[in-house]
């Protein structure tokens, strides 16, 4: 603590007794009221789509980015899951699979193409952290 701070608690103390030292919350973090978290949930039902984006998936940057425009307050990410989850938000799956999805050709993909494309296994065995120095076998 600085004797400045101090000395400004004491002058508050003074001049307004224990309503003068009260914390009034951190300075950097912009809330939004009631009304305007109902508003945000009013929207957020009304589905991406109503508000510019091609599919039907919310996404944290896109809740951060309506959060700017409607209510011209600026969230981070972290700070948009914080505010969904404190007012009984959660993330979700969608309960069935989309009507496009072909499960056969799915299943070609996951035996034909997957092994030829992922990245070959690391030998097992003894080795060395050096680049410049494999293990010896």
Do not use: C, N
């Not at 919350?25 to 009631?34: A, Q, Y």
């Not at 984006?53 to 959060?67: E, G, S, V, Y």
């Amino acid at each position: 603590m600085s004797e400045r701070s101090v000395e400004r608690w004491r002058r508050a103390w003074r001049e307004r007794g224990e309503v003068g030292v009260q914390s009034k919350g951190s300075p950097g973090r912009p809330r939004l009221g009631p009304a305007q978290i109902a508003r945000l949930e009013r929207e957020l039902e009304h589905g991406p789509l109503a508000h510019g984006w091609a599919d039907q998936r919310w996404t944290l940057a896109r809740i951060k980015t309506l959060i700017g425009r409607l209510f011209h307050v600026s969230y981070t990410v972290e700070g948009t899951w914080q505010l969904l989850t404190r007012h009984g938000w959660s993330w979700q799956q969608p309960a069935r699979r989309a009507v496009e999805r072909d499960d056969a050709a799915v299943e070609v993909w996951k035996k034909e193409t997957w092994p030829r494309v992922r990245a070959p296994r690391r030998p097992s065995g003894p080795g060395s952290s050096s680049r410049t120095k494999p293990g010896s076998r």
